[in-house]
């Protein structure tokens, strides 16, 4: 099974500056990456596949880069609804089986 | 816009079986470029994949769940269910449905917005 960690757990910084969250994969997983943005209540919403596409109506200052074991994502300036939790995941061709990492709660500083 | 829909009881007993179903509107389970997924998601914790199914039926499982869980289609009804057997308290948390493409690099987009089962007596 291959398992995600993502660092750091909570990251607090400050509206306007840049934020960057990590993960990690204990193999390589190719470009096999997302990441999503949680907020409390709802659904986690998809931002990046593929691990450096912006999904549609993504704004540009969210990034995505990595491929095999280390992925990051940059969120060049941030905004007051940019507060919230973070995940990767990964999808695994053989045996096909998705896995999360643990999550990042980016939090206002 | 693709949206979907989980639905099912909220609580079950220990030990019976949680049943739960995702409609989907606004497009067709029946595309041959996409998969229908279930996530879930204890109070506080994070999010882990249940196991998927294709419009023809075919399915595959998260291993350390697969001997508790069934997937199943239903074209005519554009919904897609999930069964898990033999709960227990760990099975609480929010279950999500999701779409995810059959392409080389996958990912769940969109998301319905989750239903809570809680495993209690």
């Known amino acids: 099974e291959i398992v995600m960690t993502q660092s750091p757990a909570t990251l607090s910084v400050s509206p306007g500056e840049r934020a960057t969250l990590s993960c990690r994969a204990s193999q390589s997983v190719s470009s096999n990456l997302a990441w999503y943005q949680q907020k409390p209540g709802q659904a986690p919403r998809l931002l990046i596949y593929g691990a450096s596409t912006r999904a549609t109506g993504i704004p540009a200052r969210f990034s995505g880069s990595g491929s095999g074991t280390e992925f990051t994502l940059t969120i060049s300036s941030l905004q007051s609804e940019d507060f919230a939790v973070y995940y990767c995941?990964?999808?695994?061709?053989?045996?096909?089986?998705?896995?999360f990492g643990q999550g990042t709660k980016l939090e206002i500083k | 816009q693709l949206q979907l829909q989980e639905s099912g009881p909220g609580l079950v007993k220990p030990s019976e079986t949680l049943s739960l179903t995702c409609t989907v509107s606004?497009?067709?389970?029946?595309?041959?470029?996409?998969?229908w997924g279930w996530i879930r998601q204890p109070p506080g914790k994070g999010l882990e994949w249940i196991g998927s199914?294709?419009?023809?039926?075919?399915?595959y499982y998260n291993p350390s769940l697969k001997s508790r869980v069934t997937i199943s289609v239903d074209t005519s009804k554009n919904q897609f269910s999930l069964k898990l057997s033999s709960v227990t308290a760990a099975d609480t948390a929010v279950y999500y449905c999701?779409?995810?493409?059959?392409?080389?690099?996958?990912?769940?987009?969109?998301w319905g917005q989750g239903t809570l089962v809680t495993v209690s007596s």
């Open positions: 199914i294709y419009y023809s039926g075919s399915t």
């Open positions: 999701a779409r995810h493409p059959t392409t080389v690099t996958r990912w769940f987009d969109p």
């Open positions: 995941q990964q999808y695994n061709n053989w045996p096909p089986t998705y896995t």
């Open positions: 606004g497009g067709s389970i029946s595309s041959s470029s996409y998969y």
